[in-house]
Nanobody, 125 residues
Framework: QVQLVESGGGLVQAGGSLRLSCTASGRTFSTYTMGWFRQAPGKGREFVSSISGSGSKTYYGNSVKGRFTISRDNVKNTVYLQMNSLKPEDTAVYYC??????????????????WGQGTQVTVSS
């Protein structure tokens, strides 16, 4: 497992942008599939995006396609989520997750081994 720490959340107006960061401990970050999930009050956890260890493969949830972009910097052990054109319905706690298994497997199953504590994103209308 890796230790994950998210940052970058906050309050933004609808139509605005935020960039979330998630920094991982450990020396094997480049072997980890990384993902972002979110959970709004009273709702279940929702898959947002995932990226393979090399960064060559990415997946997105339907609700964020075309607005959010996932990327990673394996030198800095950090994965990013650039969120543009934010909507009030994007309000949620955003969680970073990591797993050493294949991106397709963990994205389909949504079973990641390591999780961060979450960062709040609030989008006002």
């Amino acid at each position: 497992q890796v230790q994950l720490v998210e940052s970058g959340g906050g309050l933004v107006q609808a139509g605005g942008s935020l960039r979330l960061s998630c920094t991982a401990s450990g020396r094997t970050f480049s072997t980890y599939t990384m993902g972002w999930f979110r959970q709004a009050p009273g709702k279940g956890r929702e898959f947002v995006s995932s990226i393979s260890g090399s960064g060559s493969k990415t997946y997105y949830g339907n609700s964020v396609k075309g607005r959010f972009t996932i990327s990673r910097d394996n030198v800095k052990n950090t994965v990013y989520l650039q969120m543009n054109s934010l909507k009030p319905e994007d309000t949620a706690v955003y969680y970073c997750a990591g797993d050493e298994r294949d991106i397709a497997l963990v994205t389909i199953t949504q079973r990641f081994d390591s999780w961060g504590q979450g960062t709040q994103v609030t989008v006002s209308s």
